[in-house]
């Protein structure tokens, strides 16, 4: 194919640590970013096409999509930003639906329908990502627990690694587990856990087996509103203000929850997979020497061996803006661009990176992978944390969920069931 030097214009937001440079999401002279220039080399050879990247602020980036849309002019060809960004345009029309211009069954290369929820609207799918590339995605999602496999040795402990193997990993262990891990030594106290209590409540929500949006005979419902959903959240309240109240760390900030468990002051932390394995030189593994990581405990609704997590926002979801001078065009530059990377065809090989580059234990790779693999979007921006962060106060879990309703039909309404519907229309599920 023969594209007579066409010039394919590419936005490309950096979204990580405060625009820092990227290739593609990938650190400059990694082999990964790398890997991704010589593949732009390789299509512009193959196509006689020239791929111009132009890599800026995520706010830069949409705001010159949308004003050249409203100014019916030509911007970009492909745009990549994050799903907190792109849901907004795609509610307002400003991307090009793809069902008709990619094969979506192609899930090992696009996404699977859970990933790609966010950015799936009323009847198309208005994003894919590079869901067979080495690490970005896996930065995506929350909340893995972290575990200080050092002081579970010094005070003698099982490592809790065995109970998720031995499927023992429940509520009741958890528990157990959090209160045996809370130690004052006399100079200094050790928490159980450590978590922003946001993060805690929805992965306990979560570990029960219970969607924020779930398909039912009457049609789709709030999660919450099941009864599996309100298990999940009076045990979690009782779990975090009741019975272990004094093993969580009364910190509550992100950032400084981290950091008080990178200095061994807890045992156990709920934090966001980016904060693990991220680009960033302060990311957990880059800092610790013994880290294990675990699913959330598994509630009676739960399937076994299923851990499922969420995330607020997708990176790196790519779309064709309705103003794109040739979509089909656009679509064979991105079938081309996101094919595997040479040596990394498979799952396999994702899985043997993980292990001898990047975790300590390959448990830890497949509880990882698990977790992300079973990923679902959490509609933290539209609203769909509101009683999950309240049960954490005084209130009864019953009174709250009375007091949201309305808001909870409103975002059942307005936002839940068009995404719904593009998944249906477009996966048939």
């Known amino acids: 194919?023969?594209?007579?030097?066409?010039?394919?214009?590419?936005?490309?937001?950096?979204?990580?640590?405060?625009?820092?440079?990227?290739?593609?999401?990938?650190?400059?002279?990694?082999?990964?970013?790398?890997?991704?220039?010589?593949?732009?080399?390789?299509?512009?050879?193959?196509?006689?096409?020239?791929?111009?990247?132009?890599?800026?602020?995520?706010?830069?980036?949409?705001?010159?999509?949308?004003?050249?849309?409203?100014?019916?002019?030509?911007?970009?060809?492909?745009?990549?930003?994050?799903?907190?960004?792109?849901?907004?345009?795609?509610?307002?029309?400003?991307?090009?639906?793809?069902?008709?211009?990619?094969?979506?069954?192609?899930?090992?290369?696009?996404?699977?329908?859970?990933?790609?929820?966010?950015?799936?609207?009323?009847?198309?799918?208005?994003?894919?990502?590079?869901?067979?590339?080495?690490?970005?995605?896996?930065?995506?999602?929350?909340?893995?627990?972290?575990?200080?496999?050092?002081?579970?040795?010094?005070?003698?402990?099982?490592?809790?690694?065995?109970?998720?193997?031995?499927?023992?990993?429940?509520?009741?262990?958890?528990?157990?587990?959090?209160?045996?891990?809370?130690?004052?030594?006399?100079?200094?106290?050790?928490?159980?856990?450590?978590?922003?209590?946001?993060?805690?409540?929805?992965?306990?929500?979560?570990?029960?087996?219970?969607?924020?949006?779930?398909?039912?005979?009457?049609?789709?419902?709030?999660?919450?509103?099941?009864?599996?959903?309100?298990?999940?959240?009076?045990?979690?309240?009782?779990?975090?203000?009741?019975?272990?109240?004094?093993?969580?760390?009364?910190?509550?900030h992100t950032e400084d929850v981290i950091n008080d468990f990178e200095n061994g002051n807890n045992v156990l932390l709920v934090t966001y997979a980016n904060s693990i394995i991220g680009r960033s030189g302060s990311s957990i593994l880059y800092n610790m020497a013994n880290v294990g990581i675990l699913p959330f405990p598994q509630g009676p609704n739960a399937e076994p061996g299923v851990y499922p997590s969420y995330y607020e926002t997708l990176r790196y979801s790519t779309s064709i803006p309705v103003n794109a001078r040739d979509p089909e065009i656009a679509v064979i530059v991105l079938d081309r661009m996101f094919e595997p990377f040479e040596g990394y065809e498979t799952k396999e090989d994702i899985i043997a990176h993980f292990s001898n580059q990047v975790f300590f234990d390959e448990r830890d790779v497949q509880v990882y992978i698990n977790m992300f693999e079973n990923s679902e979007y959490g509609y933290r921006a539209e609203g769909a944390r509101v009683i999950l962060e309240q049960i954490m106060g005084n209130a009864s879990v019953t009174e709250v969920l009375e007091k949201q309703e309305n808001i909870y039909n409103d975002l059942l309404e307005d936002i839940i069931k068009p995404h719904y519907q593009g998944r249906l229309a477009v996966y048939g599920e």
């Open 1 to 252: 194919m023969d594209l007579g030097g066409y010039t394919l214009k590419w936005g490309w937001a950096l979204l990580d640590f405060d625009g820092a440079e990227s290739i593609f999401g990938y650190i400059p002279g990694t082999a990964f970013a790398d890997t991704a220039l010589e593949r732009i080399k390789e299509i512009e050879k193959s196509l006689n096409c020239v791929i111009d990247m132009e890599y800026k602020s995520t706010g830069d980036i949409g705001s010159h999509m949308q004003a050249s849309v409203l100014s019916d002019t030509h911007s970009y060809e492909l745009m990549t930003s994050e799903s907190y960004h792109t849901i907004s345009y795609v509610r307002s029309g400003y991307f090009t639906g793809l069902s008709s211009l990619l094969d979506l069954s192609e899930t090992d290369k696009w996404g699977t329908p859970s990933i790609l929820q966010a950015v799936t609207y009323k009847d198309d799918v208005y994003s894919v990502v590079p869901y067979s590339w080495p690490d970005l995605l896996y930065t995506t999602f929350y909340c893995p627990i972290v575990v200080n496999e050092t002081l579970i040795s010094r005070y003698g402990h099982v490592d809790p690694r065995e109970f998720v193997e031995g499927r023992t990993w429940t509520w009741d262990k958890f528990e157990e587990s959090i209160q045996a891990y809370t130690i004052n030594d006399g100079e200094r106290k050790i928490y159980g856990i450590a978590s922003h209590p946001a993060y805690y409540s929805m992965m306990m929500f979560l570990s029960n087996g219970v969607s924020v949006a779930e398909e039912t005979e009457s049609g789709v419902v709030c999660g919450v509103y099941t009864n599996a959903g309100i298990e999940a959240m009076e045990r979690a309240r009782k779990i975090r203000t009741e019975t272990c109240v004094d093993c969580f760390n009364p910190l509550e």
